[in-house]
């Protein structure tokens, strides 16, 4: 199976799974694709809606700023998250960086994660990384390794993680117990 370029028109939509494999695949915003979307490009951009999951593999950076009711799974240096994911996020790559929703978990071996002010998980979250900034809202648990952590905002589980160092950087409140190993 190839892959074939996906550039959707705003009044269309799929029924079937769609693929792509061009410079940018673009789910440009009104459009709907209403099945998993499996894209591979230098960038993927999310404007509209994907109705499934979305796996993409991009060479650049996958924007999601608009919503994938389904799960995330993507390979890219630099994903981007200011619209909605309606399951959860898997990734391995670069940097993470949600300042919009994410419905359940996110869960990523990546260099960085920087979870925004403005940015909510409904699940836990769990990764691998090299520094993590968390000053949003957490639902569940928040666990991991990294060598620096800097939290603020609401974490609604426990904080289990190994850390070289942990900061809490703002007003903190976390609903289960704080435990962490330096290392």
Aim: hydrophobic share 45%; proline share 3%.
């Amino acid at each position: 199976v190839g892959f074939v370029a996906l550039l959707l028109l705003p009044a269309a939509s799929a029924e079937a799974a769609e693929t792509s494999g061009a410079d940018v695949a673009l789910v440009p915003p009104g459009q709907v694709v209403r099945d998993d979307l499996y894209a591979g490009a230098v960038t993927v951009v999310i404007s509209g809606t994907v109705e499934g999951d979305l796996i993409a593999a991009a060479a650049d950076r996958v924007v999601i700023e608009g919503e994938v009711k389904g799960s995330v799974t993507a390979l890219t240096p630099e994903l981007i998250v200011t619209g909605t994911v309606g399951g959860s996020v898997r990734a391995a790559g670069g940097t993470i960086t949600v300042s919009g929703s994410v419905g359940r978990d996110i869960v990523a071996s990546v260099w960085r994660i920087d979870l925004g002010p403005d940015s909510t998980v409904g699940g836990e979250v769990m990764f691998w990384s090299r520094r993590v900034d968390s000053r949003g809202t957490v639902e569940g648990n928040f666990r991991g390794s990294a060598s620096r952590i800097n939290l603020a905002g609401s974490i609604g589980g426990r904080v289990d993680v190994t850390v070289g160092r942990l900061t809490v950087v703002d007003p903190l409140t976390v609903g289960g117990d704080l435990a962490y190993r330096s290392g």
